[in-house]
């Protein structure tokens, strides 16, 4: 499907521009700032995954290994797609790991996919919404509608932004170019006026190739401080 064929983007109505937002558009080349949801604005998954490796006495990374073997096609680049549903996702993941040697619960891995907030990283988002053009980028097994239904305060961040491209749902995912090319289309910017944050390298690199401004999430202040620098204006 071609991207004139899905759906428009959400877009809000802004106010007159600031004496903020034109010293920002002086100083920056930057039109849109473009958010990962899981490791981001959200603690990471990783760090789920991680306890319940503990619990369950697995080697340390277990289910990035597993992920990374064949990460286009394994069961977890299926979900993401919605190629498959929870139920073959759980017995293909854990064949999966099988395969490797090891025993996992995949629904206890699933379990872990639900992060807490970031509030630095929140306020951040909001201070971009009210000058930027913003998107939210997620992987997701479940479309955020139905993942966060018991959690108001999570939806109330997603409303903020102006488009959400969700992998669940429009049927590719990062890394694949054709993610990033779908929020840049609805948001209506060129690559080169975005900058991308997110906590995999793997996907960033498309982003950077395509000529966006990227910034690796591991340390959220760090992270923070240098949008900071790309934008020109404090985000706290």
């Known amino acids: ?82 190629e498959v549903d929870v139920e073959r996702f759980c017995r293909l993941f854990e064949a999966e790991a099988t395969e490797l040697g090891l025993v996992v619960d995949a629904q206890r891995v699933l379990a872990g996919l639900h992060g807490d907030l970031r509030p630095a990283m929140v306020e951040a988002v909001r201070r971009c919404a009210d000058e930027l053009g913003t998107g939210l980028l997620t992987n997701n097994v479940t479309p955020l509608a139905d993942q966060e239904a018991a959690r108001p305060e999570v939806l109330s961040v997603v409303a903020l932004f102006d488009v959400v491209v969700e992998s669940s749902l429009v049927g590719c995912r990062k890394p694949e170019p054709e993610f990033y090319e779908l929020a840049c289309a609805w948001l209506g910017v060129e690559p080169s006026r975005c900058v991308f944050l997110d906590d995999l390298g793997i996907n960033l690199k498309p982003a950077r190739s395509m000529g966006m401004t990227t910034i690796k999430v591991e340390d959220p202040a760090v992270a923070i401080a240098e949008l900071e620098a790309v934008l020109g204006f404090p985000l706290g």
């Open 1 to 82: 499907m071609g991207l004139a064929n899905w759906p428009p983007c959400r877009r809000r109505i802004r106010g007159p521009i600031t004496e903020l937002d034109a010293y920002a558009r002086r100083v920056s080349k930057i039109e849109a700032v473009l958010f990962d949801f899981g490791g981001v604005v959200l603690t990471s998954p990783f760090d789920a995954f991680a306890r319940y490796e503990v619990e369950a006495g697995l080697p340390h990374d277990t289910i990035r290994r597993i992920n990374a073997t064949n990460p286009d096609t394994n069961a977890w680049a299926l979900l993401e797609r919605r």
